[in-house]
Nanobody
Framework: QVQLVESGGGLVQPGGSLRLSCAASGTIFNINTMGWYRQAPGKERELVATITNGGSTNYADSVKGRFAISRDSAKNTVHLQMNSLKPEDTAVYYC??????????????WGQGTLVTVSS
């Protein structure tokens, strides 16, 4: 099974920056897509950004131009650089990894979540 360990969350002032990291470990044959989701109080979980095995990225409209997702394939790690943070970015951020087993079966693994608070 795959386990995800997230780090980098915390308190930051509006306009500040924060970098989230997520490292995948365990039995991994191939990682297809890695991404970040977030859930704010009283709201549904939403996609923030994803990156494919080939390096293709996509972002939620609300974070385009401010956030950047990247990955380190050698370390099975994905990062989310968050710049120009706004109070509305406050949420619990979850790392997601879609991977394939040795038998070609696709699975989703989720991190425990890391809290990002943007406030003065």
């Amino acid at each position: 099974q795959v386990q995800l360990v997230e780090s980098g969350g915390g308190l930051v002032q509006p306009g500040g920056s924060l970098r989230l990291s997520c490292a995948a470990s365990g039995t991994i044959f191939n990682i297809n897509t890695m991404g970040w989701y977030r859930q704010a109080p009283g709201k549904e979980r939403e996609l923030v950004a994803t990156i494919t095995n080939g390096g293709s990225t996509n972002y939620a409209d609300s974070v385009k131009g401010r956030f950047a997702i990247s990955r380190d394939s050698a370390k099975n790690t994905v990062h989310l650089q968050m710049n120009s943070l706004k109070p509305e970015d406050t949420a619990v951020y979850y790392c997601n990894v879609n991977h394939s087993t040795v038998w070609g079966r696709r699975r989703d693994a989720w991190g425990q979540g890391t809290l990002v608070t943007v406030s003065s």
